[in-house]
């Protein structure tokens, strides 16, 4: 007798071929019924014997297609409806989307086949894509993932193309963005002249051999190519980009050509070759002048899409420099309009694509590590996904510090993550950060007014600022250093596990006003973390420059040891900048604390707390809740024996009140950790 069931599948299920394989899984066991996407995911409705059912849905989980994630199952008794097919329905769009979005995908084996083979009817093509392969989250405009709501809506499909979308059996079912010469986009290659169609790659490939540096449009953004063997190339590309030392992505023909310039072990390799594609750190086996200056390290990645391996086919130089197209610490350009501005000057040509990006999302950049890939820049190929799943259902944005920034929004308890945004120092930065809030809550349809707003207690950040400008239903403030340790057992579901926690990232605002780093915290995600040791202080020649530059914070430290020897010669070689910081110090300039005043046995710090901030911002707006609009932050995770209502109260009492006894002076010795109890 036949049994039906509903099943909802949550994870990374849209856009990744999970409904094609769901359809011809069911032919393969007998099942009737439908699948359709849903704003939680995918939806089954089966119909069929019980151990048929048993079987399916056993597939289901078993063998996914190779870019799904499925981090969920539901099944339920159904009714059953008597269906005599299996059919795949229209999406099912729900009052609030909570499905993963799938990252970017690289060229799959069967479509890099057809690009290269003549009597293909997309050989050469650069926008050739299937359901296991291409552009996901950097074509998507909205939820449910179709072929409307994608950046690709305004090309129709020629006849061919159509019957392999609707073809169940076809490697093109349901594939959002599925082109051909026919019907889709193409690229255009502008130097001078103009270069269309089959001419684009051949001639920039040309450019590329001549020593030309090209702006070309890629899956997130624009990048900068040239040839990294060319030193003259490089050095014009750096004066271009006003970039100085910071090294530059090179991407490798190959994998032969990849193990060429990288010592690389297994772990290094599978994330070379791993679906999200990332620039992977190794150490460098030979050096290419000027592309890694003064690094032991390169950063290699390998071809992603069909345009890279077109190039390299056409002819394109073995090893390219592909840095993000921008001028040193903007965001890349995405935006064609945007790219022709702020590149010119930059590129000696442009390869335009005529799809558009729906967000900017560069490249990300990883390590292989001894417990695990370290991710460095989280973006292409990781973001926007789910890395945690927290116990909460109203929606939650954390907007995230200034620098290196990304934004996370919970929606049904799933914590998705942006992409690398960048440095919020910069306007272009800023704006993108902006835009990168509203682009996630359009897109999984939160409203302002809904959210928890969640920032970091540094009054002058400018994520703060935002997060206090957003109508929000509510704020909360965390320690910075808190907030990793945090994260790490967020991510391990680990929300009362008492632990002790270690964060030695460089500087955040501390809950007595002071800047902190290098924290030794007790305590879990549900009491709170109590900050129980610390490196003892020192000061910071020049402020938040010292957290970019670690010679310069380290002549903070070493300022107060005598008898050192000169460390700007061999084996030290330390920067002209190292001489500029001690500098600093000795006089007094720019140096956060100021030094103490006569009369005064402790460092002084005013009350707004600025010593190491951003003293150039500007004061926070005076008071404490009355700042903040009607729903003033509170500190989450806070100390579990001191919680204090307000940052400037708690600095005016500790500043009007004597030194305790054995408060450490202001001459600390060497760095070591010290432990209060």
Not at 67 to 82: N, T, Y
Not at 217 to 227: I, Q, R, S, T, V
Not at 626 to 645: D, I, K
């Amino acid at each position: 007798m036949p049994e039906a069931r509903f099943l909802r599948l949550g994870g990374v299920v849209q856009g990744v071929g999970f409904r094609p394989f769901v359809f011809r899984l069911a032919q393969a066991h007998g099942i009737a019924g439908w699948v359709r996407n849903g704003g939680e995911g995918v939806e089954v409705h089966a119909e069929g014997g019980g151990g048929a059912l048993d079987a399916f849905v056993r597939d289901l989980t078993a063998v996914p297609p190779p870019a799904a994630r499925i981090a969920s199952l539901a099944a339920m008794a159904a009714e059953v409806l008597g269906s005599d097919r299996f059919e795949i329905l229209d999406s099912e769009a729900e009052p609030r989307p909570t499905v993963r979005i799938s990252p970017d995908l690289p060229i799959c084996e069967s479509c890099l086949s057809e690009l290269r083979d003549p009597a293909d009817r997309r050989f050469a093509y650069p926008y050739i894509n299937c359901t296991d392969c291409g552009p996901r989250y950097t074509i998507i405009l909205g939820l449910p993932y179709d072929r409307p709501s994608t950046t690709m809506r305004g090309w129709p499909m020629c006849p061919e193309c159509a019957r392999e979308y609707h073809e169940p059996l076809d490697r093109r079912f349901h594939a959002q963005p599925v082109a051909c010469p026919a019907c889709g986009p193409r690229y255009v290659l502008e130097d001078g002249g103009r270069w269309e169609g089959d001419e684009a790659v051949p001639q920039t490939a040309r450019l590329l051999r001549d020593g030309l540096i090209v702006a070309m449009k890629g899956l997130g953004g624009f990048h900068l190519a040239c040839d990294a063997a060319n030193a003259a190339a490089v050095h014009a590309l750096r004066e271009r980009k006003f970039r100085k030392e910071k090294p530059f992505a090179v991407m490798a023909r190959d994998l032969a050509i990849a193990r060429s310039l990288l010592d690389l072990g297994v772990d290094a390799e599978a994330l070379l070759t791993s679906t999200a594609r990332p620039i992977v750190l190794a150490p460098a086996r030979r050096e290419l002048p000027g592309v890694a200056p003064g690094n032991r390290d390169l950063g290699v990645m390998l071809p992603y899409t069909p345009l890279h391996h077109l190039l390299f086919a056409a002819g394109a130089p073995e090893a390219l420099v592909m840095t993000s197209a921008n001028r040193s610490s903007e965001p890349i350009a995405y935006r064609d309009d945007e790219a022709r501005e702020r590149l010119a000057g930059l590129a000696d040509a442009f390869l335009n694509g005529e799809r558009p990006i729906a967000r900017r999302v560069d490249d990300s950049v990883v390590r292989a590590g001894v417990l695990g890939p370290m991710i460095l820049r989280r973006a292409r190929g990781y973001a926007p996904g789910a890395v945690a799943r927290l116990p909460i259902s109203e929606p939650v944005l954390a907007v995230g510090a200034d620098l290196k920034n990304t934004v996370t929004l919970v929606v049904g308890g799933e914590a998705f993550v942006s992409q690398h945004i960048g440095d919020l120092g910069h306007y272009e930065a800023l704006q993108a950060f902006r835009g990168t809030i509203g682009d996630l809550l359009e897109m999984y349809e939160v409203a302002e007014d809904e959210l928890t707003v969640v920032h970091d207690l540094h009054p002058q950040y400018a994520s703060t600022a935002h997060a206090l400008e957003l109508p929000a239903k509510a704020r909360l403030a965390v320690q910075h250093h808190r907030a990793h340790i945090a994260s790490v057992l967020a991510e391990r579901g680990a929300f009362d596990e008492r632990v002790i926690g270690v964060a030695f990232d460089g500087t955040g605002y501390g809950d007595d006003g002071a800047i902190w780093g290098g924290e030794i915290f007790v305590g879990s995600l549900l009491a709170g973390f109590e900050r129980v040791g610390h490196l003892r202080p020192a000061v910071l020649p020049g402020g938040d420059a010292a957290a970019e530059f670690p010679v310069q914070a380290a002549a903070g430290f070493l300022a107060e040891l005598d008898g050192l020897p000169d460390l700007t010669a061999p084996p030290f070689l330390f920067p002209e900048r190292y001489l500029q910081a001690r500098e600093l110090v000795a006089k007094g300039l720019r140096t956060f604390p100021p030094p103490p005043r006569d009369g005064c046995s402790t460092p002084w710090r005013p009350s707004w707390g600025s010593p190491v901030g951003r003293p150039s911002r500007g004061r926070p707006r005076s008071g404490s809740s009355s700042s903040h609009g009607p729903n003033p932050p509170r500190n989450l995770f806070p100390s579990p024996s001191r919680t204090a209502s307000s940052i400037s109260a708690r600095l005016s009492r500790r500043r009007s009140r004597p030194a305790a006894a054995g408060t450490i002076p202001p001459s600390w010795p060497a760095p070591t950790i010290a432990v209060w109890q």
